[in-house]
């Protein structure tokens, strides 16, 4: 192994001279850690003979405020409900990219054929670091397909509350 130092740059070399490590390679700055837990509320979308409602959300829950060079998340999330609905009760995910908590395709229909494979029903979650904050992003779609229904009868898709407790390092890579 070799050490070597120069005009602000540190590198070594193994036997080889192959570099083993390097000051010039960009490493994660860790600026801010935090953990904690987040519950999101339950959203539902509903159909009855004359009326419903859709939910098409994209929202960023505040967890904290963090240095404003920070662009990055790293970290781990577990993802908790009361009810066996979408991916939850499982341990520990990786922090970094979309948790994809639920998913339902929409099926083609008579009426609507050209909404074949389009994503019907999500919810996905995304921890993210932007001008000095660390947020989740929440985004949920749900909409009822157009199906017949009589009298009072009432069409509804639900995602549960949703605890994510979340160990995160906040920073960029300098």
Same mark, same amino acid.
């Given at each position: 192994m070799s050490f070597h130092a120069q005009a602000g740059r540190i590198w070594i070399a193994d036997t080889n001279g192959d570099v083993v490590f390097d000051t010039n390679?960009? @490493?994660f700055n860790g600026t801010?850690?935090?953990? @904690?837990?987040?519950?999101l509320p339950e959203r539902e979308a509903w159909?009855?003979?004359?009326? @419903?409602?859709s939910?098409?959300?994209d929202q960023d829950w505040l967890l904290a405020n963090v240095n404003t060079a920070a662009n990055t998340v790293i970290g781990a999330f577990r993802a908790d409900a009361s009810v066996a609905q979408g991916v939850v009760n499982l341990g520990w995910f990786v922090a970094n990219g979309t948790y994809l908590h639920y998913f339902d395709g929409f099926a083609p229909s008579i009426?609507?054929?050209t909404l074949h494979g389009q994503p019907g029903l999500y919810a996905l979650y995304t921890f993210m670091a932007r001008g000095g904050q660390a947020v989740l992003n929440e985004r949920v779609r749900l909409y009822c397909p157009n199906v017949s229904l009589s009298g009072s009868q009432r069409y509804s898709i639900t995602i549960k509350p949703l605890t994510l407790t979340y160990k995160l390092y906040v920073g960029t890579f300098t």
């Open positions: 390679e960009k @490493g801010d850690y935090l953990t @904690g837990s987040i519950t159909l009855t003979k004359n009326d @419903g409602a939910v098409d959300v009426t609507q054929p």
